[in-house]
C-alpha cells in the first residue's frame, strides 16, 4: 500500500490559533527568509524580541566602519594570547585587554543584516493604530505541502487574509492581503528599512542618517531601490498591480496603498546583491512555482533551489 504523501504532509501544517510572540512563522527557500507574525507580514516588530521578524538572505552582510585609517581591522591587528600547546607556544584571540576597539569589532564584523521591515499599519475606526491585542479571532496556518502561510485575522470584526510564500528561485517574497479594510484606508503595507547591527534583530533603527535608500527606477507596476548602508550595497524591487501606488514617506520609508476602491493589494519583493533584471516573475506565476517546487519536494524528497522547472 502507498503512502499518501498529501495527507502524510497536510496532518504536520503548523497552526497558529493566537500571538505567540516566541513562535513567529517564517518561508524562505534555503537563500532567503521572512519571518512573520501573526498578520503574515512583520507588523508588530516591538513585540517579537526573543525570535525577532527579520528578512535576512545568506549574501546580506553588513560591516561597520572601523574607527582607524583603514577603516576595518585585521587579525593582523590583534595581540593574541600565547599558550603552552604540546610544547610549543599558541596564540588566540582571547583577550581584548588593552584592546577593546579592535578585539570587538573582530568578533561582529560582518554580521547579517536584516534587508528590510515588511508590515502592515492597521488603522482603528477611531483613528488609532491598532495594536497586537486589537488582532482578534486568528487562524494562521503554514500550509507545507504548498510552501504558504495563509493568516486570517479580524480587526474589528471586519476579516483580514494574507498569503505569504517565497519564490522558489529567487530571492522574492509576495504577498496578497485582502480585506474590506482597503477600501476604508484602514489598512496599508509599511516597508521600512534598518542600519545594520550585530544584533540578533540585524538591525538598527536609530541611525536613520547613516544609510540611504535611493529610487534608481520605476514605472507604473514597478519601483527599483539602491540600499547604500556605508561600503555594503544591495537592490529591492517591488512589482505590484496596477491598482497600487509606491509613496515615499521617509528617507528609507516607504508605503504601498491602492488608487481605487478594491478589496485587494498584491505586491512582490525581490532583494538582491547585484542589479535586479528588468522583468520578474508576477505574483500569480511565482505562487504557481512556489506550489510545483514545494510539492516535488514533498514528493520526490528533493529538490533544488538551482534545478528550475519552469
Given at each position: 500500500m502507498s503512502i499518501d504523501r498529501y495527507q502524510l504532509v497536510k496532518r504536520h501544517n503548523v497552526i497558529i490559533g493566537k500571538a505567540d510572540t516566541e513562535n513567529p512563522l517564517s518561508v524562505g527557500n534555503g537563500e532567503i527568509a521572512f519571518t512573520a507574525d501573526i498578520t503574515g507580514m512583520q507588523t508588530f516588530i516591538e513585540e517579537y524580541k526573543t525570535i525577532p521578524l527579520c528578512?535576512?538572505?545568506?549574501?546580506?552582510?553588513?560591516?561597520?566602519?572601523?574607527?582607524n585609517d583603514k577603516g576595518f581591522y585585521s587579525i593582523k591587528d590583534l595581540k593574541l594570547k600565547y599558550y603552552n600547546t604540546f610544547g610549543r607556544k599558541v596564540g588566540y584571540a582571547t583577550s581584548e585587554e588593552n584592546q577593546e576597539e579592535i578585539f570587538n569589532?573582530?568578533?561582529?564584523?560582518?554580521h547579517r543584516i536584516h534587508l528590510g521591515n515588511i508590515g502592515l499599519n492597521i488603522t482603528l475606526s477611531n483613528g488609532v493604530k491598532a495594536k497586537i491585542n486589537d488582532i482578534k479571532e486568528i487562524n494562521q496556518s503554514l500550509d507545507l505541502w504548498n510552501g504558504i502561510l495563509v493568516s486570517k485575522f479580524k480587526v474589528e470584526d471586519i476579516p483580514v487574509s494574507v498569503e505569504t510564500f517565497c519564490h522558489p528561485y529567487e530571492d522574492?517574497?509576495?504577498?496578497?492581503?485582502?480585506?474590506?479594510?482597503?477600501?476604508?484606508?484602514?489598512?496599508?503595507?509599511?516597508?521600512?528599512?534598518p542600519y545594520g547591527s550585530p544584533d540578533i534583530s540585524g538591525a538598527d533603527w536609530s541611525k536613520d542618517e547613516l544609510h540611504n535608500t535611493d529610487i534608481v527606477d520605476c514605472s507604473e507596476n514597478s519601483i527599483e531601490l539602491l540600499r547604500t548602508i556605508d561600503n555594503d550595497f544591495y537592490f529591492v524591487k517591488i512589482e505590484f498591480l496596477k491598482d497600487v501606488y509606491v509613496e515615499r514617506k521617509g528617507k528609507n520609508y516607504f508605503v504601498l496603498n491602492q488608487k481605487g476602491c478594491t478589496n485587494n493589494l498584491i505586491f512582490s519583493c525581490l532583494f538582491s546583491r547585484i542589479k535586479p533584471p528588468k522583468y520578474i516573475h508576477l505574483f500569480e506565476e511565482s505562487k504557481r512555482l512556489c506550489k510545483e517546487y514545494w510539492n516535488r519536494?514533498?514528493?520526490?524528497?528533493r529538490c533544488s533551489r538551482f534545478f528550475k522547472v519552469y
Open positions: 528578512t535576512m538572505a545568506q549574501w546580506g552582510f553588513h560591516t561597520t566602519p572601523a574607527k569589532w573582530l568578533r561582529v564584523n560582518p522574492m517574497i509576495n504577498f496578497s492581503v485582502v480585506s474590506e479594510l482597503i477600501k476604508k484606508n484602514q489598512i496599508f503595507v509599511e516597508i521600512k528599512f519536494f514533498w514528493i520526490s524528497g
